[in-house]
């Protein structure tokens, strides 16, 4: 196991960590976090920071999309929102200029945060849209998660009950594997067992 590191304030090093859906990156972000001591932040569990009531962002996402979206308890229930987003591209970016500002700087507030403390050597930002929400001007390195086609079906039908039809949406929206990998600094292979993600986790933080 990696020992945390204690490094000086600006030696931290910012990596983004990107891959389609099903490549496992959440496996790969879990570790980093439990046997690395990095830091990790996930982008999509922020977004839901912006649906929460008393946000600005969630007065213009109920504007947006009416109270329909809403829970009895007066919160957002995101399946709708994600069901009325999913074949709206018009939709999609408007709900998406409300949330990434948030993101984003919460992001670069939490960076600025860890970064003062000085207790760790990598802060990881794991995004299935990284690239495409411009996270690089923030990263000192991209790393994506590669992982064979078969292998991400097989895992979205496994853990998420997904049909092949769903799979091909979802895939044909989301950045090509070889345009993704254009912009990665390191790839990193998700193919088998989680002792092989570790051997290469060895290699690649340096």
Same mark, same amino acid.
């Given at each position: ?47 839901? $920071? ?11 996402? =109920? ?6 979206? $809403? ?9 709708? =929102?994600?069901? $009325? ?64 086609? $078969? ?54 933080? =340096?």
């Amino acid at each position: 196991m990696r020992e945390r590191i204690g490094m000086k304030q600006n030696k931290m090093k910012v990596i983004g960590l990107a891959g389609g859906v099903g490549t496992g990156k959440s496996t790969v972000a879990t570790l980093l976090e439990k046997e690395y001591a990095a830091f990790v932040i996930m982008a999509d569990k922020i977004g839901h $920071l912006a649906m929460e009531p008393g946000t600005d962002t969630y007065e213009k996402i =109920v504007v947006l999309f009416g109270q329909e979206v $809403l829970n009895e308890d007066k919160t957002v229930d995101r399946k709708k =929102v994600s069901d $009325l987003v999913f074949s709206n591209p018009v939709l999609l970016q408007q709900l998406n200029q409300i949330i990434h500002p948030f993101v984003e700087q919460f992001i670069k507030n939490e960076i600025e945060r860890i970064r003062k403390a000085g207790k760790y050597s990598y802060f990881f930002i794991e995004s299935a849209i990284l690239i495409e929400t411009g996270y690089q001007s923030v990263c000192d390195e991209i790393w994506v998660v590669q992982t064979e086609e $078969l292998i991400r079906r097989k895992r979205l039908k496994q853990s998420r009950g997904y049909s092949d039809e769903k799979i091909d949406e979802i895939m044909a929206k989301q950045m090509g594997e070889k345009e993704l990998c254009s912009y990665a600094d390191k790839i990193l292979i998700n193919n088998g067992s989680i002792e092989e993600i570790k051997e290469q986790l060895e290699n690649l933080l =340096v």
